[in-house]
């Protein structure tokens, strides 16, 4: 039955999934094609962020050299906090998706218009083309930077079931980076230079995400104020996962469940926000 074309409420048929996810396929693959022209890229951004995780992991070791066996501030532990912020580093990589450069130049010249007369969406086409910079991210950056600090520094082993938890949780987090990276390039719609939005969105996350300081680390009003925004699923989150700090089954199924109530919100907001700037492209374009 899953192979029937199922009729839409104007009669015209409606293909099966499996039929429609075909149809953006070739922008994945178009997508890896096109990240294969600059290799040299993946090292310019393994260096960085080999430079940034190590200021980050020695600073805060040093801040926690002299903590007690059971914990220091925030209950972390030398090896904990040094876990934390290195894959908090390999987070930020997997998030670097591209896809509010690409939306916002696309946007800027035009080019957003072919889509219009193609029978495809166009943020699903944005989220299939990203999916290869994501996985080369993850295994030629990602990957050699945590087994480069594994080498030089204690790491926390995190619990199977905890490791299982963290890809769940990491999955989500991609695709909340996708949604928010997607959104700052629709801004694009309505200001002719997004770099200021760009780099604004990127401060904001990076702070509020528990990248750059955790959220147990936060004074009481504004860490309830990042556990409530959306940002805190796409590092804090998964990293309260991976470390074990969570309250039992209730305290993981809260911050899976928060990451999935976000996902559905912005990919609503997506909806409606896209549609809003089909409108003001159509009457720009005459």
Known sequence: MSGIAVPERDGTPRLPLSARVRHYLPFATGGLQSLLQYRSTFVTTGVTAAAGAAVTVFLWRAVYAGAPPGGGPGGFTSEGITTYLLMAQVLQVLHANRVDDEVAAEVYRGDVAVMLVRPVSYPVVRFFACLPVVAANAVLVGVPVLAL??????LTAPRPVDVVLFLVSTALSVLLAFLVNLLTGMTGFVTTNTWGVRMVKQSVVAFFAG?????????????????????RGMVDGPLTLLLGRYDGVSGAADVLARQIGWAAGLTLLSALLWRASLSRLEVLGG
């Open 149 to 154: 600090f594994a080498l030089v520094v204690p």
């Open 211 to 231: 990248q750059l300081v955790p959220l147990a680390l936060m004074p009481g009003p504004l860490a309830a104020v990042a556990s409530a925004l959306p940002f």
